[in-house]
């Protein structure tokens, strides 16, 4: 995709494409970072231009962490949202579903944080200058391709598809979403076709993160099991409550508001989600409003961290590079531009977009 490019912004937008399309199939932000990270260094080697590389740095964990949106995947704060809006009687919100809904905001909210960027730190001609990258580039950044020959390559590509595919016709088959992830698993260290054997793929996995995002899982419906959630929304929504029930788009621009600025207190976007997903649903609830509309908008609004290199892995990952990246006046000079134009973006989606495909912000019978 990187060679289509003809000048650095194409190559922004391509590589911004690139990244949406991972999310799809990859769950951890931080491990599409660590993805991305090989790639960048190959690229900033051959562009050689500071302020180039900068934009590069940004463009990178930006569209990690937003296209993330697209899918029920993405994130574990996702499959969290989904199973608590399930638990308490809303909508299924399915991997098909969550594409539906959440394609279109990680398509306008990861492309136009692109142009953004480019128009922040870098002039008009910088934008426009030539690209012509040489045809073993990547091999620069010292990205291990062991073992890719074509066949391996569209093996893999094949059972990723095969994934998605039953990811997005759970309805019809029945087969848990799990359940398929472990297939394709099998699939991809299976002997004599899969790239990887099974016991390289094991020490790949990274076990922590498994193991943190299954507490966080577990915490979520702990809150809700214990009636800790309840307790959160009286004490934390108690006094937002008389203004935000008055209209349905100032509910919406509350609860957006509080989501959007979560990742400033709470650094882990699982742990966001075990806190403010289900006082939101449990305030929706209270309130006599579709909780999976708000559950959905929160959800996608925890997933904005771009403001602190400690605010998300893949922005402290891409920072620490043995090159130079961007630092914190970076970040907030970024974040300044964008959060305002998040929050309004998460409005006319709750006003406009997800009523059209379904998803209504008003008031269950």
Request: charge should be positive.
């Amino acid at each position: 995709m990187a060679r289509r490019a003809r000048s650095v912004e194409q190559l922004c937008y391509w590589l911004t494409a690139a990244n949406l399309v991972t999310a799809l199939f990859i769950p951890a932000t931080s491990a599409r970072g660590a993805l991305m990270a090989p790639v960048f260094l190959a690229l900033n080697q051959q562009l050689n231009h500071p302020r180039v590389g900068k934009v590069l740095a940004l463009v990178f964990p930006t569209a990690i962490l937003l296209s993330a949106a697209a899918s029920l995947t993405g994130a574990g704060a996702h499959l969290l949202t989904a199973d608590l809006v399930a638990q308490l009687g809303g909508e299924r919100l399915d991997f098909l579903r969550w594409l539906t809904l959440g394609l279109p905001f990680a398509l306008l909210s990861s492309f136009g944080s692109t142009w953004v960027i480019l128009r922040l730190f870098l002039t008009q001609s910088e934008r426009r200058q030539a690209l012509r990258l040489k045809s073993d580039w990547a091999r620069h950044g010292e990205i291990d391709a062991e073992g890719a020959s074509p066949s391996k390559q569209r093996y893999v590509i094949g059972v990723i598809l095969a994934m998605i595919g039953l990811w997005a016709t759970s309805g019809w088959h029945g087969l848990d979403n799990s359940l398929v992830a472990v297939l394709g698993a099998l699939a991809v260290t299976w002997p004599g076709l899969g790239p990887i054997s099974m016991k390289k793929g094991f020490k790949s996995v990274e076990w922590g993160l498994l193991i943190f995002m299954a507490a966080a899982l577990e915490l979520g419906e702990s809150l809700v099991r214990t009636g800790a959630a309840e307790w959160l929304v009286s004490h934390l929504f108690s006094g937002l409550k008389t203004w935000l029930s008055g209209h349905p788009l100032l509910l919406a621009g509350g609860v957006a508001a509080i989501g959007l600025l979560s990742h400033a207190v709470i650094t882990s976007r699982s742990a966001r989600a075990a806190i403010l997903i289900p006082a939101v649903i449990l305030f929706a609830l209270s309130l006599g409003y579709n909780p999976a509309a708000l559950a959905f908008s929160v959800a996608l609004a925890s997933g904005y961290c771009l403001t602190f290199t400690i605010s998300a892995k893949p922005m402290a990952m891409f920072a620490q590079l043995p090159t130079a990246t961007y630092g914190p006046a970076d970040l907030l000079r970024l974040s300044a531009v964008l959060l305002p134009l998040h929050f309004l973006l998460l409005l006319a989606f709750s006003w406009w977009v997800w009523p059209a495909l379904g998803l209504e912000l008003v008031r269950t019978p």
